[in-house]
Every structure is written in structure tokens, then in C-alpha cells.
């Protein structure tokens, strides 16, 4: 089993520490279209063709 023990010393390391980028317009925006919309996937299965349905949510 794994698990963290907490420590009162400083965390070094000799790798470089990424910081977290803030996300672009267009990724927040696709974040935000995709958070406030339904999608399900419909399959014919005569011809195995797929149709994507994209739906908005409900506000409420």
C-alpha cells in the first residue's frame, strides 16, 4: 500500500520544477464548449457508419 508521510523539510530536487502554463483562449474555450455540452456517438449497424450528436446541457 501506498501512501505520502508528511515532513516538515524543504522538497529539493536537481531537476528543473515545470510550472503549470495557463491554458490558451482556444483551450479554454474548447474546455468550456466541451463542459457545457452532451455528446453521444450513434452507429448504423447496416453500414457501420457513425454520427456524432453534439446536444447543450441544461442550465438549470
Known sequence: MNYA???NTTYTTTEKILKKTPLS???RARSEY???HKFSVKVDSETQKCQLVVTAKDKA
Do not use: G, K, L
Open 25 to 27: 483562449e482556444e483551450a
Open 34 to 36: 466541451i463542459r457545457n
Open 5 to 7: 508521510y508528511p515532513n
